[in-house]
């Protein structure tokens, strides 16, 4: 199947979810490792692995001249669910998306599967994703990115697994997101306040048209 080329410069949407729907993590410090691994690996320098970049880490630290190598990928929205991720992404460098979703997932599978005695794929195949091409759909995605765990009925016992960019957008406060993106859209929606209602109204929409959907179903897309 025909794939479009990813155009530098380009807004994108990227997903994908765990094999076999299982959840893709068993715990707190999962998370925290594929969050780790989102924030380090968005370089265009190779680090290697998490381990061998922390054991640098404190080397360059001495040195007053160290600098953080150029990002490959905006982030400007995204959601960890229990099984599955969303991220908009704006590359940055040619090529860039797909290094990128190739360290963080190669990278947290061999991670996973030696921490939990697995072997295999932990992810469905490779990731999706899908242009954003116009103000109209950017608009729409960019709610139901910030906002999806909202649009499922998640386990109480597995909330804590969440991690969406609504919070860095409602305090102002970005991390994850890229500062400039992330100013740049509360910008074009006046205000945190504004920003807050707009990803409502659109988890409202989608909410009404197919109610809440089970973690094992997979998202539709919004047209």
Not at 38 to 63: C, D
Not at 96 to 125: C, D, E, P, V, W
């Amino acid at each position: 199947m025909f794939k479009e080329p990813l155009i530098t410069g380009e807004y994108y949407h990227i997903y994908n979810r765990g094999v076999d729907k299982r959840d893709i993590f068993n715990n707190l410090k999962d998370l925290e490792r594929f969050k780790e691994s989102i924030k380090q690996f968005n370089q265009v320098e190779g680090i290697g692995s998490l381990e061998m970049y922390r054991k640098s880490i404190s080397v360059r630290a001495l040195s007053s001249h160290s600098r953080r190598s150029k990002p490959l990928v905006a982030i400007v929205a995204f959601c960890i669910n229990p099984n599955h991720f969303h991220f908009i992404l704006k590359q940055l460098v040619d090529g860039g998306i797909a290094k990128f979703m190739q360290k963080i997932l190669g990278g947290y599978t061999y991670y996973f599967n030696q921490k939990h005695q697995r072997s295999g794929s932990l992810f469905q195949g490779t990731y999706k994703y899908k242009s954003i091409k116009d103000d109209n759909y950017f608009r729409k995605i960019f709610g139901y990115v910030n906002q999806n765990y909202l649009i499922h009925d998640i386990p109480k016992h597995k909330l804590s697994f969440i991690f969406a960019s609504d919070t860095e957008y409602q305090s102002g406060l970005f991390n994850f997101v890229s500062r400039v993106e992330g100013q740049e859209m509360l910008e074009i929606f006046g205000d945190k306040n504004n920003f807050k209602k707009h990803c409502q109204e659109i988890i409202s929409i989608i909410r009404n048209e197919r109610g809440k959907t089970s973690l094992d179903e997979p998202d539709e897309l919004p047209q």
